[in-house]
C-alpha cells in the first residue's frame, strides 16, 4: 500500500501484521452504479480501506468499483460483515462464500461480526468459525463491529483470540472512551462508523467551527483529524469525489492538545450510543 498518501496503522492478521489505512470508504447506504463509480473513485483518491456488509446489499457494486478501478487487488484492504441471519457455526461459511462470490473475490480482507445480536446466543460460535476460515486463507484478519467490553470477552474466553478490530459508532461526540480503553489494552483497533456524527448534528457545533475557522481546514476534515490523530480508523462515506479526496487529505495537519480536548469535551457519553445489548440486527 505504498500508492497512496493516507497514513496507515498495523492490523493483526493470521500471520502477522498489515498496513491498515486510517481512513477508508464507507459504502452504506449506496447501491449499484452508484456505489461501483463511488468505489473506482475513492481508489483512484488514494482510498485502499473499503467497507461493504452482506446486509447492505451492495457487495456487487463494491466488487464492479475495485475492478473498474484498475488497482491490484491485493492493495487493497476490503472488508464485509456477516449478518445476523448467518450467525452459527454452519451458516458463517455459507455468508461467506455468498459475500466472496458477490464481490468477485477469491478471500477478504476483513470479515466483521456486523452486531453481536445477544439474544441469538451464537455471537461466539461464528467468531471460532470465523476464525477457522481465517486459517484457511478465505480471511485475513478477523473482527467485529458493535461489541461492547463483556461480548469482546466471551470471544477471548472461548477462543483465547481478541478480535484484531472492533467497528463501532464513534466521533467526538461519542467519544466511547472507556470502551476504547479496554479494546487498546487488548490490542484490539478502533475503527469509527458514523465518524463525521451527522446523527449526532456534529458539523453544527460552534466548537467544531471554531476550530476549522482556527485551522483552515473544513469542519469534516477537523472530525476526521481527531480520529486519527488517535489512531482510530474513520470509514466516511461520500459519492462525491470532492469530499472523497477532501475526506482523505488529512495527513498534513495536526490537531493541538487544546484543540483535541475541546473536541473530545463534545461527548454526550455512553448512553447516546447505539446499544449492541439491546439494538439487534439480521
Ligand atoms: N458497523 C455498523 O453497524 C455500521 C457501519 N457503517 C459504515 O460506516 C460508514 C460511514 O458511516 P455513515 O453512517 O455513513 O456516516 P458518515 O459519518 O460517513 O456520514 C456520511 C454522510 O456524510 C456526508 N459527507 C461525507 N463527507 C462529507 C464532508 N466532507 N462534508 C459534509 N458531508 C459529508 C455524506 O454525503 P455525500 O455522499 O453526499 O458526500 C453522507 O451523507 C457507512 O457508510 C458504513 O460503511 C455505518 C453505520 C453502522
Ligand atoms: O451498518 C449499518 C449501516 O447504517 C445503518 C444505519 O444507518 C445501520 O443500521 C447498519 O448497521
Given amino acids: 500500500?505504498?500508492?497512496?498518501?493516507?497514513?496507515?496503522?498495523?492490523?493483526?492478521?493470521?500471520?502477522?501484521?498489515?498496513?491498515?489505512?486510517?481512513?477508508?470508504?464507507?459504502?452504506?447506504?449506496?447501491?449499484?452504479?452508484?456505489?461501483?463509480?463511488?468505489?473506482?473513485?475513492?481508489?483512484?483518491?488514494?482510498?485502499?480501506?473499503?467497507?461493504?456488509?452482506?446486509?447492505?446489499?451492495?457487495?456487487?457494486?463494491?466488487?464492479?468499483?475495485?475492478?473498474?478501478?484498475?488497482?491490484?487487488?491485493?492493495?487493497?484492504?476490503?472488508?464485509?460483515?456477516?449478518?445476523?441471519?448467518?450467525?452459527?457455526?454452519?451458516?458463517?461459511?455459507?455468508?461467506?462464500?455468498?459475500?466472496?462470490?458477490?464481490?468477485?473475490?477469491?478471500?477478504l480482507d476483513l470479515y466483521l461480526i456486523h452486531w453481536p445480536n445477544p439474544s441469538q446466543g451464537k455471537y461466539v460460535e461464528s467468531f471460532a468459525t470465523m476464525l477457522e476460515l481465517q486459517s484457511e486463507g478465505l480471511i485475513r484478519s478477523v473482527g467485529t463491529s458493535n461489541f461492547v467490553q463483556e461480548q469482546l470477552a466471551a470471544l477471548y474466553d472461548a477462543t483465547g483470540v481478541w478480535p484484531a478490530i472492533n467497528q463501532i459508532q464513534c466521533s467526538p461526540m461519542l467519544t466511547r472512551t472507556q470502551?476504547?480503553?479496554?479494546?487498546?489494552?487488548?490490542?484490539?483497533?478502533?475503527?469509527?462508523?458514523?465518524?463525521?456524527?451527522?446523527?449526532?448534528?456534529?458539523?453544527?457545533?460552534?466548537?467544531?467551527?471554531?476550530?476549522?475557522?482556527?485551522?483552515?481546514?473544513?469542519?469534516?476534515q477537523v472530525i476526521l483529524r481527531w480520529h486519527v490523530q488517535q489512531g482510530i480508523i474513520a470509514i466516511p462515506k461520500s459519492g462525491n469525489p470532492?469530499?472523497?479526496?477532501?475526506?482523505?487529505d488529512v495527513f498534513d495537519f495536526q490537531l493541538s492538545d487544546g484543540q483535541m480536548e475541546r473536541l473530545s469535551g463534545l461527548d454526550r457519553g455512553e448512553d447516546a450510543a447505539w446499544d449492541s445489548r439491546t439494538h439487534e440486527e439480521f
Fill in 1 to 107: 500500500m505504498t500508492d497512496s498518501f493516507i497514513a496507515t496503522t498495523s492490523l493483526a492478521t493470521a500471520d502477522g501484521s498489515r498496513d491498515l489505512p486510517l481512513i477508508g470508504l464507507g459504502t452504506y447506504p449506496m447501491k449499484g452504479q452508484e456505489c461501483a463509480d463511488a468505489v473506482a473513485s475513492a481508489i483512484g483518491v488514494g482510498y485502499r480501506l473499503i467497507d461493504t456488509a452482506a446486509q447492505y446489499g451492495n457487495e456487487d457494486g463494491v466488487g464492479q468499483g475495485i475492478r473498474d478501478s484498475g488497482v491490484d487487488r491485493e492493495t487493497l484492504v476490503v472488508t464485509s460483515k456477516l449478518r445476523g441471519s448467518d450467525h452459527g457455526a454452519d451458516s458463517v461459511r455459507r455468508g461467506l462464500e455468498r459475500s466472496l462470490t458477490t464481490l468477485g473475490l477469491d478471500y
Fill in 179 to 220: 470502551l476504547r480503553g479496554f479494546m487498546s489494552d487488548r490490542g484490539i483497533l478502533t475503527e469509527a462508523w458514523g465518524p463525521l456524527g451527522l446523527r449526532e448534528k456534529l458539523p453544527d457545533s460552534p466548537v467544531v467551527q471554531k476550530v476549522a475557522e482556527e485551522t483552515g481546514r473544513s469542519v469534516g
Fill in 242 to 248: 470532492k469530499r472523497q479526496k477532501e475526506n482523505a
